[in-house]
């Protein structure tokens, strides 16, 4: 089976406005290779691009910069599933210091995700265990797609 990752925003906006070549534009880039597929949800779709747009626009982009780097995060959006942002679960959602944060769970959750891919120390998903889906870094997930094309 496919891995089906959920990314928090954080990872987008690293690989997206980051120092070249760090591992989370690595990580995205090595995707389509390894047969791996983004799940978005309206919400974590909505918040990417709010912040990806707001981040141009602090770092004073031109409208065509502006417009490029949207449409590169609508392709990804277009080639990744959708998936239902509202958990319909009878299980607890898993308890998070960063409720803001929790859509990622929910879309992780809805989706069969096998990893959601996070940067956020804080939030308290990369702390999680009990799930059905790995929480892991960029670094993390390179590291283990490394070590499955090696056996």
């Known amino acids: 089976m496919a891995n089906k990752l959920v990314v928090d925003t954080c990872v987008f ?11 989370s534009e690595v990580m995205l880039g090595k995707l ?8 978005f949800s309206q919400d974590t ?3 990417l691009m709010y912040i990806v747009k707001r981040t141009c626009n602090e770092l004073k982009w031109s409208p065509e910069e502006t417009n490029d780097i949207l449409q590169e995060v609508t392709s990804l ?5 959708s998936v239902n942002g509202i958990y319909k679960g009878k ?5 998070i210091e960063d409720l803001t944060d929790v859509m990622f769970i929910k879309a992780s959750i809805n989706g069969r995700a096998t990893h959601l ?10 702390g999680l265990t009990d799930t059905s889906f790995k929480c892991i870094t960029p670094s993390q ?3 283990e797609i490394q070590t499955s094309q090696e056996t």
């Open 117 to 126: 891919v996070t940067l956020d120390h804080r939030s308290g998903i990369l």
């Open 45 to 47: 779709i909505g918040e």
């Open 13 to 23: 906006i690293e690989a997206f406005f980051g120092d070249e070549g760090n591992d």
């Open 32 to 39: 389509d290779k390894v047969g791996a597929r983004l799940l």
């Open 91 to 95: 299980d607890p959602l898993p308890l």
């Open 141 to 143: 997930y390179l590291e």
């Open 77 to 81: 959006f277009r080639l990744g599933k």
